[in-house]
């Protein structure tokens, strides 16, 4: 067992499409686990710490993917027990009780609720429970780090470093060139090591996507190496010399470029002007200035929202999603989410837009669900607002027109003045290139309404000092849109686009974030 | 001298506020109650007096509104006849189309200022039975705003209450702290009417 014979240190762990490269170590063990589950398993996770890795299992139960309790008793050190009086499961930590309610898609963390994919479930005398109670529920009770990576399969506990890495190699004439990209930037460094390449990272794992080479007898191939924490590169018949450079990376990524040279009878060709900005193994290109989102899960607590034929809330769809979304943002561009509320609970209207402009949000998204009388009525809708009708001081503001006011000593100074309300008005533009943005990702994978960009006065946006929009994801009266908002695969296409919106709108040429033009606009550049 | 003083100043109160209930007091007394009873005494030999107006309501497929002439009965003032129009508004919808306020929504009182903005109190079905939709609600609103502001160019702008209180939203989302304009972008293009 090479990997987990050093202490504290874990080697490198693959995921599809290179599923072939996992260590004969980890093999075993998912060999072992995978067979000890009933009914139908899921590929099991893996679960890392500082000082150990242990499988997990997983079932998919109703096309949702579930732990077993005990299985995580085991892990955690937890006690479960079930009060069959109550009807109702505890999950103890040392310190902290969960409590899990068959049927309901929440939690109660020491007495704070959280909402599950879905409810805890039985299968014979075992209890399971969703993959993201872990996350969720548990990660808060055990007062830990627990990060879940659904595409790697990997459970992430404590303070452990386990950058993700991604490779990609090119034919650049007689070199080879492969691109590795690491989230984060982590200290590594590339020796050779016989007829091989080893680039070895201080960490204590790698969580990689390592590509397969088109020049074999430059670069035969890249697989994790017998060191921990290290890949190799296998070199190819006509090697003859390597190089490699550092090029920084934004939103904590990193790019590691190692070139590998034939051996020709011509002096060593310089490097053919290389493709000058490639597209993002890890999707992590530089931000551009977004660094921190605010995402409005719409209504909650005793204001349901809408309310689909099946009994389905708007306030739960929209808290589910805000959730998945700030986890894909934060795991993929690196920027710091912050949700209106993580509960089932009230948040005034204001109070959305106030905690955007005092975290200093880059932008703000507002997710509801729509409703109609016509239960046929379906398809997204992004709104940003309009002006209309804010009358004259609104079209002021959006103007960007300052307001002498008296100062002391005598005499005026241009300042702007803008009241908290009309703090949108500014913002206009950037708004409409935000919905155009979010309108032309979801377009890709959700359906559309026939007016899927429109623009009304809308309460939560007029006081959010950023470029803001509201999302109606889908129509929760039409039946079968209430099914689709319900779902993880909707869920994760809505989120999936609602990302890509936001690095097309970081992308966009210009300065998106640029408030409108006005002459001494302090407020403009105030903490950016 | 004091005394007369003081006399001369209670024959003036006592003459203002005579003054004020002749020609103020009075006036305003019988302006509300039996004005509107003599309007309905002059209107009694034309009582089946109508007016035609563009009432607003849900499209078939739920995504637009769609104006449509209606008959309702005449009133005078504005205020009587916007009165008549939201009572109408409020009414069932023709078929195919659906009512863009809740059914059972009433119109608890409706009153102008002296610039065009009237200020339109419902019932508290108007929020409590609402769809929720970001969408009905601004149909919801719009249905009555431009109801009033297509048929009575008197009224230029609409304040919507609830309950005979100023409220943030119906439902959530649409602003309803300002009184709002004429808006015929929920009007779908080919059936907009009474522009």
């Given at each position: 067992m090479p990997g987990s014979a050093q202490a504290g240190i874990i080697d490198v762990l693959i995921h599809v499409p290179a599923a072939r490269f996992l260590p004969t170590t980890l093999l075993a063990a998912l060999a072992v686990f995978s067979s000890g589950a009933q009914g139908p398993t899921a590929a099991p996770y893996t679960v890392l710490s500082r000082d150990a890795r242990r499988p997990l299992p997983a079932r998919v139960i109703n096309g949702q993917e579930m732990f077993a309790l005990d299985d995580l008793a085991k892990l955690f050190d937890l006690a479960v027990r079930e009060d069959t009086a109550a009807g109702g499961i505890t999950v103890s930590t040392k310190t902290q009780t969960i409590v899990l309610s068959p049927g309901q898609g929440l939690a109660s963390v020491g007495g704070r609720l959280v909402s599950l994919p879905a409810p805890p479930l039985r299968d014979g005398r075992a209890w399971f429970v969703p993959i993201d109670f872990v996350p969720r529920a548990l990660a808060e009770a055990l007062g830990t780090r627990l990060e879940l990576r659904k595409p790697s399969r990997l459970l992430l506990m404590g303070d452990i470093r386990v950058p993700r890495?991604?490779?990609?190699?090119?034919?650049?004439?007689?070199?080879?060139?492969?691109?590795?990209?690491?989230?984060?930037?982590?200290?590594?460094?590339?020796?050779?090591?016989?007829?091989?390449?080893?680039?070895?990272?201080?960490?204590?794992?790698?969580?990689?996507?390592?590509?397969?080479?088109?020049?074999?007898?430059?670069?035969?191939?890249?697989?994790?190496?017998?060191?921990?924490?290290?890949?190799?590169?296998?070199?190819?018949?006509?090697?003859?010399?390597?190089?490699?450079?550092?090029?920084?990376?934004?939103?904590?990524?990193?790019?590691?470029?190692?070139?590998?040279?034939?051996?020709?009878?011509?002096?060593?060709?310089?490097?053919?002007?290389?493709p000058l900005e490639p597209?993002?193994?890890?999707?992590?290109?530089?931000?551009?200035?977004?660094?921190?989102?605010?995402?409005?899960?719409?209504?909650?607590?005793?204001?349901?929202?809408?309310?689909?034929?099946?009994?389905?809330?708007?306030?739960?769809?929209?808290?589910?999603?805000?959730?998945?979304?700030?986890?894909?943002?934060?795991?993929?561009?690196?920027?710091?989410?912050?949700?209106?509320?993580?509960?089932?609970?009230?948040?005034?209207?204001?109070?959305?837009?106030?905690?955007?402009?005092?975290?200093?949000?880059?932008?703000?998204?507002?997710?509801?669900?729509?409703?109609?009388v016509r239960p046929a009525a379906a398809g997204a809708e992004v709104f940003y607002l309009s002006l209309d009708d804010y009358g004259d001081e609104a079209q002021r503001v959006a103007q960007g027109e300052g307001e002498a006011l008296p100062v002391f000593g005598g005499g005026s100074r241009e300042i702007e003045v803008i009241l908290w309300e009309m703090a949108q008005a500014r913002y206009i533009e950037q708004s409409a290139a935000l919905a155009r943005a979010v309108e032309g990702s979801l377009r890709s994978r959700v359906p559309m309404s026939p007016r899927a960009i429109q623009q009304a006065p809308f309460r939560v946006l007029v006081g959010a000092n950023m470029p803001a929009v509201l999302v109606e994801m889908g129509f929760i009266t039409n039946p079968e849109q209430e099914k689709q908002l319900a779902s993880d695969t909707f869920q994760n296409n809505l989120v999936q686009a609602l990302v890509d919106s936001v690095v097309a709108f970081r992308d966009l040429p210009g300065g998106n974030r640029t408030a409108v033009p006005a002459a001494g606009n302090p407020r403009s550049n105030e903490g950016r | 001298m004091s005394r007369r003083a003081a006399a001369a100043v209670a024959i003036a109160a006592i003459a203002i506020a005579a003054g004020w209930l002749l020609f103020v007091g009075l006036p305003r007394w019988y302006g509300s109650r039996p004005l509107a009873e003599s309007a309905a005494a002059r209107n009694a030999p034309a009582a089946e007096r109508k007016i035609t107006a563009t009432l607003y309501y849900i499209s078939e497929d739920g995504l637009a509104l769609v104006?449509?002439?209606?008959?309702?009965?005449?009133?005078?003032?504005?205020?009587?006849?916007?009165?008549?129009?939201?009572?109408?508004?409020?009414?069932?919808?023709?078929?195919?189309?659906?009512?863009?306020?809740?059914?059972?929504?009433?119109?608890?009182?409706?009153?102008?200022?002296?610039?065009?903005?009237?200020?339109v109190d419902l019932s508290a079905d108007a929020r409590v039975r609402h769809t929720g939709g970001a969408l009905d609600e601004l149909f919801t609103i719009y249905a009555i705003v431009n109801a009033l502001t297509v048929n009575l160019p008197a009224i230029t702008r609409v304040q919507i209450l609830v309950d005979g209180k100023e409220v943030d939203t119906l439902a959530g989302h649409v602003d309803l702290r300002h009184p709002l304009q004429k808006n015929l972008k929920w009007v779908r293009a080919e059936d907009k009417e009474g522009s």
């Amino acid at each position: 067992m090479p990997g987990s014979a050093q202490a504290g240190i874990i080697d490198v762990l693959i995921h599809v499409p290179a599923a072939r490269f996992l260590p004969t170590t980890l093999l075993a063990a998912l060999a072992v686990f995978s067979s000890g589950a009933q009914g139908p398993t899921a590929a099991p996770y893996t679960v890392l710490s500082r000082d150990a890795r242990r499988p997990l299992p997983a079932r998919v139960i109703n096309g949702q993917e579930m732990f077993a309790l005990d299985d995580l008793a085991k892990l955690f050190d937890l006690a479960v027990r079930e009060d069959t009086a109550a009807g109702g499961i505890t999950v103890s930590t040392k310190t902290q009780t969960i409590v899990l309610s068959p049927g309901q898609g929440l939690a109660s963390v020491g007495g704070r609720l959280v909402s599950l994919p879905a409810p805890p479930l039985r299968d014979g005398r075992a209890w399971f429970v969703p993959i993201d109670f872990v996350p969720r529920a548990l990660a808060e009770a055990l007062g830990t780090r627990l990060e879940l990576r659904k595409p790697s399969r990997l459970l992430l506990m404590g303070d452990i470093r386990v950058p993700r890495l991604a490779g990609r190699i090119e034919a650049l004439g007689a070199l080879a060139r492969l691109t590795l990209e690491v989230a984060p930037v982590t200290p590594h460094t590339v020796s050779q090591d016989g007829n091989r390449l080893i680039v070895r990272f201080e960490a204590d794992g790698l969580d990689a996507t390592l590509p397969t080479s088109p020049v074999p007898d430059l670069i035969q191939g890249v697989r994790p190496s017998e060191q921990p924490s290290a890949i190799a590169i296998d070199l190819g018949t006509k090697f003859a010399s390597f190089r490699t450079s550092d090029v920084p990376g934004d939103r904590g990524a990193g790019r590691i470029l190692i070139e590998v040279l034939a051996a020709t009878t011509d002096t060593p060709t310089p490097t053919p002007a290389a493709p000058l900005e490639p597209p993002p193994l890890l999707d992590l290109a530089p931000a551009g200035g977004l660094r921190t989102i605010v995402i409005d899960a719409g209504h909650g607590g005793p204001e349901e929202g809408a309310k689909g034929h099946d009994g389905t809330l708007e306030k739960d769809i929209t808290l589910s999603v805000a959730r998945r979304l700030k986890s894909a943002l934060e795991a993929r561009l690196g920027v710091r989410v912050i949700l209106t509320r993580d509960r089932d609970e009230a948040v005034g209207l204001d109070e959305r837009a106030a905690l955007a402009n005092n975290n200093k949000a880059d932008l703000f998204l507002s997710l509801h669900a729509n409703a109609s009388v016509r239960p046929a009525a379906a398809g997204a809708e992004v709104f940003y607002l309009s002006l209309d009708d804010y009358g004259d001081e609104a079209q002021r503001v959006a103007q960007g027109e300052g307001e002498a006011l008296p100062v002391f000593g005598g005499g005026s100074r241009e300042i702007e003045v803008i009241l908290w309300e009309m703090a949108q008005a500014r913002y206009i533009e950037q708004s409409a290139a935000l919905a155009r943005a979010v309108e032309g990702s979801l377009r890709s994978r959700v359906p559309m309404s026939p007016r899927a960009i429109q623009q009304a006065p809308f309460r939560v946006l007029v006081g959010a000092n950023m470029p803001a929009v509201l999302v109606e994801m889908g129509f929760i009266t039409n039946p079968e849109q209430e099914k689709q908002l319900a779902s993880d695969t909707f869920q994760n296409n809505l989120v999936q686009a609602l990302v890509d919106s936001v690095v097309a709108f970081r992308d966009l040429p210009g300065g998106n974030r640029t408030a409108v033009p006005a002459a001494g606009n302090p407020r403009s550049n105030e903490g950016r | 001298m004091s005394r007369r003083a003081a006399a001369a100043v209670a024959i003036a109160a006592i003459a203002i506020a005579a003054g004020w209930l002749l020609f103020v007091g009075l006036p305003r007394w019988y302006g509300s109650r039996p004005l509107a009873e003599s309007a309905a005494a002059r209107n009694a030999p034309a009582a089946e007096r109508k007016i035609t107006a563009t009432l607003y309501y849900i499209s078939e497929d739920g995504l637009a509104l769609v104006g449509v002439q209606r008959e309702v009965p005449f009133g005078e003032p504005v205020d009587q006849q916007a009165q008549r129009i939201l009572e109408a508004q409020l009414a069932r919808a023709p078929a195919p189309l659906s009512s863009a306020i809740p059914e059972t929504t009433t119109l608890k009182s409706l009153f102008l200022d002296g610039n065009g903005h009237a200020f339109v109190d419902l019932s508290a079905d108007a929020r409590v039975r609402h769809t929720g939709g970001a969408l009905d609600e601004l149909f919801t609103i719009y249905a009555i705003v431009n109801a009033l502001t297509v048929n009575l160019p008197a009224i230029t702008r609409v304040q919507i209450l609830v309950d005979g209180k100023e409220v943030d939203t119906l439902a959530g989302h649409v602003d309803l702290r300002h009184p709002l304009q004429k808006n015929l972008k929920w009007v779908r293009a080919e059936d907009k009417e009474g522009s």
